[in-house]
């Protein structure tokens, strides 16, 4: 009991910091004088000192602490100047516009906005909040959920700079747009908080790729990113998420998805790098007739811990969601897939899947996976599963009778396990940049020192949740 | 000196004994079938020789080539000339047939100090190959084995052998869930694969394989042990008679010696 409330009073002590940061910053924010906007900053922190950060006692962070989070002392993130140079290994061969952030911060000198196609907006947020408030109005803060997640709070408080994507009805952009958040190491521990808002109007049809990485050395970094995508009737949105931040790097993203009338979405997401991640990916299925896939692969290795939270909420009939996770953990890394998925009473015929397959490289490594279905409506159908296994010794040997060595047979098995999650990426230009990182990573990963060799991976089943049906 | 030598090996799987004391000489150019029934070693003597390290050698010495094989891994193997057709290919989606066998092969190629095969040269020959087996390159465009039929599995094997060209084929039960025309296809393809540089070792439970594929010598394996070796009259014999008479035989010798 004792050390519960010295955790608590220590708490406050931080919150106190984050008072601190919150009146500097309220004094400089963009769009200060606008009362909607200063409503919401101010109205999400409040509802931050009211929760502090979430503990492992809360249901939604069960598998996750954040007392590392909580414990700290962040720094809002200084202006920092890269060149060209620095940002030219990140560029995406093919995209239609890149937008670049350094320490949360627009960098227009390394971005590239020019000659976009016609009916495609990409900007800073915080230029946008300047000179279109109106138009920001109409959907910022609308969607994310203050209430539910203190770290959404935190970063509602702190809107200050991020992407602004628009694409106006019926256009449709073939090329990804690409949004790049660098965060370079400082002396001491830093936040960013970057906001996005992808706005997809009627009939239109755009792929965003978001991507946080560090430059520099190693220090202490938090990156606590909000984006709401909000896509209108037949609108078709690719989101693709790229986490590959230092191993000190504390990652909390969330993807807050409203969906019109027939629109098509898919999230995937790739987490290979920072220490703590928390990605969390929240659709919601607002009208009828409604396809959202939920596609993700993440790769841990050392002491990574990567947590993916899905809230899949129907809430209109005739929609459908998949849900696919992959995962490959080595040495201690420890991963998190949490599917909730929520249908509301008048949700019928949805049609609702998830699947969580996980390859564990060591004996240390550990996943934890849970389903969670909450259905209000009588006429559904959900379906989730998960497996946990190794690889397949019967696999590995085939490949190696024919001559290709051990390490080179362990890679063609974790890349055809990650491939699963490549193939249903639609974007050409997307998927093929994806499909280089997981390569590179994978090879990375297997070339990293471990402490055994041989016949470490006997066949074993491990847990198999078999796929249990409800509806 | 023999392709290959095996000399009173033993072998024990999860601790029990499998193979109590093989001799098996092998010379180029000569095709043996190792006969016996169900559980008898045959498969295990198999997936010995591609070097699966779940079988524990506990006695004896395999010489391939005056090398020792029992202290290679199985790319070595495989690299040195050991194929085995699996009696159970293996499923693997993500991996591309003809994205595995290109890098098969030149994975043995490196091991043997020669270039790698680039497509334009891997293409004809693996067109040649894919027309001897009456394969559809279709499946090529698919996951390695992945939703193959039995049959389409079993030609796959033998197409893989006919690509990395091997000095010792080792078919395991390629016979077994065969239909006639399936079984003539890949018994074309093996015999088109006979030469005075190569050898193969014929493992299956039933003659019927042998009226394609004609071997040399026939072995009949019981308990772990060899307790018959002949020429190819031997399997007619087996055919007519049934296991149980060499298994007789075998208790009969035991008996006196």
């Not at chain 1, 109106?134 to 539910?148: F, I, T």
């Not at chain 1, 946990?388 to 040997?397: P, V």
């Amino acid at each position: 009991m004792e050390t519960t409330l010295t955790a608590v009073a220590h708490g406050e002590t931080k919150l106190q910091s984050w008072l601190e940061n919150f009146t500097d910053f309220e004094k400089m924010a963009a769009g200060r004088s606008l009362p909607w906007l200063h409503r919401l900053r101010s109205d999400a922190f409040a509802r931050f000192c009211e929760t502090g950060f979430p503990t492992t006692r809360d249901e939604d962070w069960r598998f996750t602490s954040v007392a590392a989070i909580a414990k700290t002392v962040f720094r809002p993130a200084g202006a920092a100047k890269l060149t060209a140079e620095d940002v030219a290994p990140y560029r995406v061969e093919g995209a239609a516009a890149q937008i670049v952030f350094v320490n949360g911060r627009f960098a227009p000198e390394l971005s590239h906005l020019g000659s976009l196609a016609k009916g495609l907006t990409v900007a800073s947020l915080r230029e946008r909040i300047e000179s279109h408030p109106e138009e920001v109005a109409k959907h910022l803060g609308r969607y994310a959920d203050v209430r539910r997640d203190p770290f959404c709070a935190l970063n509602t408080a702190f809107i200050g700079d991020g992407a602004y994507v628009h694409v106006a009805r019926g256009v449709v952009v073939e090329a990804p747009v690409y949004l790049l958040y660098l965060s370079t190491a400082e002396d001491a521990a830093t936040v960013t908080h970057p906001r996005n808002l992808i706005v997809a109007e009627d009939e239109s049809q755009v792929a965003v790729i978001e991507d946080y990485a560090s430059v520099g050395g190693e220090a202490v970094a938090l990156s606590n990113a909000v984006t709401e995508l909000v896509a209108g009737e037949s609108a078709n949105v690719q989101h693709y998420l790229i986490e590959r931040e230092h191993l000190k790097a504390y990652n909390v993203q969330t993807l807050r998805i409203q969906q019109g009338r027939s629109a098509n979405i898919a999230s995937h997401s790739l987490l290979l790098g920072g220490g703590l991640v928390r990605n969390n990916v929240h659709p919601v299925l607002a009208g009828e007739g409604g396809e959202c896939l939920i596609n993700g692969l993440f790769l841990g290795t050392g002491r990574q811990h990567l947590d993916n939270y899905m809230h899949v909420e129907h809430a209109s009939p005739h929609c459908g969601s998949r849900q696919f996770y992959n995962g490959i953990l080595d040495q201690q890394a420890h991963g998190v897939f949490h599917g909730r998925i929520v249908v509301h009473k008048d949700a019928q015929k949805t049609d609702a899947k998830q699947t969580n397959r996980n390859l564990l490289l060591s004996d240390d490594a550990q996943i934890d996976t849970k389903p969670q279905l909450e259905i209000y409506a009588d006429d559904v159908k959900c379906t989730h599963g998960a497996t946990i296994g190794q690889i397949e010794e019967n696999a590995l040997f085939y490949l190696r009778s024919r001559g290709i060595s051990e390490a080179e047979a362990r890679k063609l098995l974790l890349l055809a396990f990650a491939e699963e999650c490549v193939e249903r990426m639609h974007s050409t230009v997307a998927r093929e940049h994806m499909e280089g990182l997981i390569r590179g990573h994978l090879l990375f990963m297997e070339q990293a020192p471990r402490e055994t060799s041989g016949p470490r991976l006997v066949e074993r089943n491990g847990l198999a949740i078999a796929g249990e049906e409800i509806g | 000196m023999s392709l290959l030598e095996i000399k009173n090996l033993h072998v024990t799987v999860n601790g029990q004994e499998i193979l109590k004391g093989i001799d098996l000489t092998v010379n180029a150019g000569e095709v043996h079938s190792i006969m016996g029934p169900n559980g008898s070693g045959k498969s295990t003597l198999a997936q010995v020789l591609a070097r699966r390290d779940a079988y524990h050698v506990t006695e004896g010495t395999i010489l391939f080539e005056g090398k020792d094989l029992l202290e290679m891994k199985p790319e070595e193997a495989a690299s040195e000339g050991v194929f085995l057709a699996f009696q159970y290919p293996v499923e693997i989606p993500g991996i591309g047939n003809t994205y595995f066998l290109r890098s098969a092969l030149n994975a043995q190629r490196k091991h043997r100090g020669l270039d790698e095969m680039d497509a334009m040269d891997f293409l004809p020959m693996f067109r040649e190959k894919l027309a001897l087996l009456e394969m559809d390159d279709k499946l090529m465009n698919r996951s390695l084995n992945e939703g193959f039929s039995g049959g389409e599995k079993k030609r796959n094997e033998i197409l893989q052998m006919a690509i990395l060209e091997p000095k010792l084929a080792i078919l395991d039960e390629t016979d077994s869930g065969l239909d006639i025309d399936a079984l003539r296809i890949v018994a074309n393809g093996v015999n088109s694969l006979r030469s005075p540089e190569r050898a193969m070792l014929v493992v299956t439970h039933y003659q019927r394989l042998l009226n394609y594929i004609v071997p040399d010598f026939v072995h009949v394996l019981v308990d772990g042990r060899i307790v018959r070796s002949g020429g190819k009259e031997l399997a007619l014999e087996l055919e007519e008679k049934g296991y149980g008479w060499t298994e007789a035989e075998r208790q009969t010798a035991g008996a006196t010696a």
